[in-house]
């Protein structure tokens, strides 16, 4: 009987456990037919490509973004593809009245809205932080007050039409790593914003679904600009990125994760292993990430030659610039 226990109760888990997810719903385009969503940043980047997946679904499309050229661009593509509407609000997201008003007209133009997807990212810089405090207010303002202002906006129409708020981010979100100081501020408090957020919908039944996107590296023009030399990373295709989240918000998932073996499984190092996967950090090339792997294992083996064997000046030193130098 004992033995049975020990086989019965671990099977029963594991049929379950599969049932749980096997049974989960699949994406179908139409679930976005006729949809009323508003996405930023939709100029350039993934938020481009959204609108073209969104366009070809046949969704009512409000872009924005400030480059007014690209937009008006992005739009009439929006309609070829099939579109069911596609119009644009230029301006910039670190004016907080600016935001308000994007949410304004999807009220008036489209009269209410179904999905909020946030995707706009202020330019920032690839490097250690060079103590410009000033930079970091104004990206908090763009990159996260203006999220917050257009989820407040935007709230009553979307409990009226039991919608989803999407909000962008990225691995620089969960896990701290060199380099990315400010934008990595930025979008950790999108996390305790959204996630908290979340929590408080569900205690009041609120139907308005919010999914967090963690995305590694992916190959719009100004990250790889930006980071392309330095990382060993290849990027993902901005197309497949942009799809895949608006499956997960089409799905009502709480969190995504793209591409799901560089984003979710060193996540899983994080909880197990952190110290791990600070050494590693955003993987500079195998050979330098090989290097900083060994000496973890000789400091860890060997923890009497620790103090401080990771400072330079006021500012960690990295593993890559460590393995340099
Ligand atoms: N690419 C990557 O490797 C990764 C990207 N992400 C996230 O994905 C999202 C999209 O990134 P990505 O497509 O690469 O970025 P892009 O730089 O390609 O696009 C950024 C968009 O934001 C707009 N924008 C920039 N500044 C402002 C502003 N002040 N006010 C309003 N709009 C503004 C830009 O248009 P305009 O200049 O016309 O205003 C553009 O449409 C971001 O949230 C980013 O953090 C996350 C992880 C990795
Ligand atoms: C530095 C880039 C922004 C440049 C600019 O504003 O002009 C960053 C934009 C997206 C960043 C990447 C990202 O978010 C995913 C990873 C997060 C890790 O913490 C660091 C590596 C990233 C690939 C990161 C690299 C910097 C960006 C390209």
Request: proline share 4%; charged share 20%; with cysteine.
């Amino acid at each position: 009987m004992g033995r049975l226990q020990k086989i019965l109760i671990p099977s029963l888990g594991l049929v379950l456990a599969f049932w749980f997810y096997s049974a989960r719903d699949t994406f179908k385009p139409e679930m976005l037919r006729g949809k009323r969503v508003i996405v930023t940043g939709a100029s350039t980047g993934i938020g481009e490509q959204m609108a073209y997946h969104l366009a070809r679904m046949g969704s009512h499309l409000l872009l924005t973004a400030r480059t007014e050229a690209k937009l008006q661009n992005v739009v009439r593509r929006c309609l070829e593809l099939g579109a069911a509407s596609a119009r644009f609000v230029s301006g910039t997201m670190e004016d907080m009245a600016f935001a308000q008003h994007v949410v304004r007209e999807a009220q008036t133009t489209l009269g209410g809205l179904d999905m909020l997807i946030l995707n706009h990212v202020g330019a920032s810089y690839f490097g250690f932080f060079d103590g410009d405090v000033e930079h970091v207010r104004k990206l908090l303002e763009i990159n996260f007050l203006s999220y917050v202002a257009m989820t407040t906006s935007a709230l009553p129409m979307l409990k009226e039409s039991e919608g989803s708020i999407v909000v962008v981010s990225s691995m620089a979100g969960k896990v701290g790593f060199p380099f990315t100081v400010p934008y990595s501020a930025t979008k950790f408090a999108l996390d305790g914003f959204f996630s908290s957020l979340r929590q408080e919908f569900t205690i009041q039944s609120i139907n308005v679904s919010i999914t967090l996107c963690i995305l590694g590296f992916i190959d719009t023009e100004r990250a790889v600009r930006a980071a392309a030399e330095v990382l060993a990373e290849r990027p993902a295709p901005r197309d497949e990125c942009a799809l895949e989240i608006l499956k997960g918000a089409a799905l009502r998932r709480r969190e995504l994760y793209y591409r799901y073996s560089s984003t979710r499984l060193p996540l899983l190092l994080r909880d197990c292993a952190a110290e791990l996967l600070d050494y590693l950090g955003p993987r500079p090339s195998p050979f330098l990430a090989a290097v900083a792997a060994a000496r973890f294992v000789m400091r860890w083996r060997h923890p009497q030659g620790q103090s401080g064997a990771r400072s330079g000046g006021s500012v960690p030193c990295s593993p890559r610039l460590a393995a340099e130098q």
